[in-house]
């Protein structure tokens, strides 16, 4: 089970890391647990005895669905992130074809 749950997490991590150097470049700042808000704070439970298999097996379980629920929020934020940007670049250029990006007409003035 958790052989193939670091194969999961280890293909999601390089996918992320391919987006982001599309995207930014090679440099990747450091952001640590509390940089990050609604980040979940959890006791460490391998410092807990007796640990066995099933106790592990349940904290494993816990994890995925507390993380599950934190980027499901976020995916939802970023849509509507997304949303918003699309409908203030369409107020400032109503004449924009749709969908796509404006001419360079309606470019900012500055």
Same mark, same amino acid.
Request: charged fraction near 20%; charge should be negative.
């Given at each position: 089970?958790?052989?193939?749950?670091?194969?999961?997490?280890?293909?999601?991590?390089?996918?992320?890391?391919?987006?982001?150097?599309?995207?930014?470049?090679?440099?990747?700042?450091?952001?640590?647990?509390?940089?990050?808000?609604?980040?979940?704070?959890? !006791?460490?439970?391998?410092?807990?005895? !007796?640990?066995?298999?099933?106790?592990?097996?349940?904290?494993?379980?816990?994890?995925?669905?507390?993380?599950?629920?934190?980027?499901?929020?976020?995916?939802?934020?970023?849509?509507?992130?997304d949303?918003?940007?699309?409908?203030?670049?369409?107020?400032?250029?109503?004449?924009? !074809?749709e969908?796509?990006?404006?001419?360079?007409?309606?470019a900012a003035?500055?």
């Amino acid at each position: 089970m958790f052989v193939a749950m670091s194969e999961e997490e280890n293909g999601h991590r390089h996918l992320l890391f391919d987006l982001y150097h599309a995207k930014f470049g090679d440099h990747i700042p450091l952001i640590r647990h509390r940089d990050v808000k609604g980040f979940l704070k959890r !006791p460490s439970f391998w410092l807990l005895s !007796p640990l066995g298999p099933d106790k592990i097996r349940a904290q494993a379980e816990l994890m995925e669905a507390e993380s599950n629920r934190f980027y499901l929020f976020g995916g939802w934020l970023m849509s509507q992130m997304d949303l918003a940007a699309g409908v203030v670049a369409a107020r400032a250029c109503p004449s924009a !074809p749709e969908p796509g990006p404006a001419d360079a007409s309606c470019a900012a003035p500055g």
